[in-house]
């Protein structure tokens, strides 16, 4: 009696009898086949991809680049056909106002950014807002400042400072504390206080010129060397009397020269 051939020998050849083996690759192609036929020809049906869409910002000033000047002229001559009323011609002569080179050097200096967008300008600051409170709960509020030309400048708020590009809420609370209250005052800010928020206005230093400053609060506590209360006031350590290029702006950048100081309750202030 003959034994039944073997299933798969182990090779053919030309005059073997027996069928060729499967091939692994027709197996893989003949699968592929019967898929992209059953799914109508669309190979590997699997689950839709969700796709972001991207869809432009309305156009806003925030989101333009900056305005850049080669000096207080270039910066005058661009402010001049845009702002109302031929307000430029105020600033520096109205009592509390600064002049085109604060402003200059504020841009230069990266503590202000000037966007224009759709013929919208506005000057855009991060300043940093310190809630110094002494051992009764009340709040340190700058009362007025003495200002270079001679003028006194209503305030009525907090600490603040402008900030610097890339300086932390810390380094810039640290930098105002230094410059207008003193270099032996010590402050410490409290855990979890920090805060930011947008405001909107016209600035009262460039008057006819928008202003948004978004402020970055934080609460802070007197360590040392601060009256714990009444009335006191501190000399400007921080303005400097020299612009970016090196010559004396003296009597063309309105500085300041003192600060007021008095210690309110907190709903006098929100009030």
Do not use: C
């Not at 031929?86 to 509390?96: I, K």
């Not at 040392?224 to 400097?240: A, K, L, N, S, Y």
């Amino acid at each position: 009696m003959t034994p039944p051939p073997p299933r798969y020998p182990p090779f053919t050849s030309l005059n073997s009898p027996y069928p060729s083996p499967p091939n692994l690759l027709s197996l893989v192609a003949a699968a592929v086949s019967a898929i992209v036929k059953y799914n109508n020809y669309r190979p590997f049906p699997l689950r839709k991809k969700r796709h972001l869409s991207f869809y432009p910002m309305h156009p806003s000033p925030l989101h333009s680049p900056p305005l850049t000047f080669t000096s207080p002229d270039s910066l005058s001559s661009f402010l001049s056909p845009r702002l109302r009323d031929n307000s430029l011609a105020t600033w520096g002569s109205v009592p509390g106002t600064k002049t085109i080179h604060n402003l200059y050097h504020e841009i230069s200096q990266g503590e202000t950014s000037l966007l224009l967008s759709d013929e919208t300008l506005i000057r855009t600051v991060h300043v940093a807002s310190i809630n110094i409170r002494n051992s009764q709960g009340l709040v340190l509020v700058e009362s007025k400042q003495l200002l270079s030309d001679g003028s006194v400048r209503e305030r009525s708020r907090p600490l603040s400072e402008k900030m610097k590009p890339l300086e932390s809420i810390e380094e810039a609370v640290a930098r105002a504390v230094r410059e207008e209250l003193g270099e032996s005052v010590v402050v410490e800010i409290l855990d979890g206080s920090s805060n930011v928020r947008v405001e909107e206005r016209e600035s009262l230093s460039y008057p006819g010129l928008r202003a948004r400053y978004v402020l970055h609060s934080v609460e802070a506590k007197v360590v040392q060397g601060i009256p714990d209360e009444g009335e006191f006031e501190t000399e400007e350590t921080g303005e400097d009397p020299f612009d970016i290029t090196g010559e004396e702006s003296e009597g063309k950048a309105v500085t300041v020269k003192r600060h007021y100081w008095k210690w309110v309750d907190e709903r006098d202030l929100k009030r």
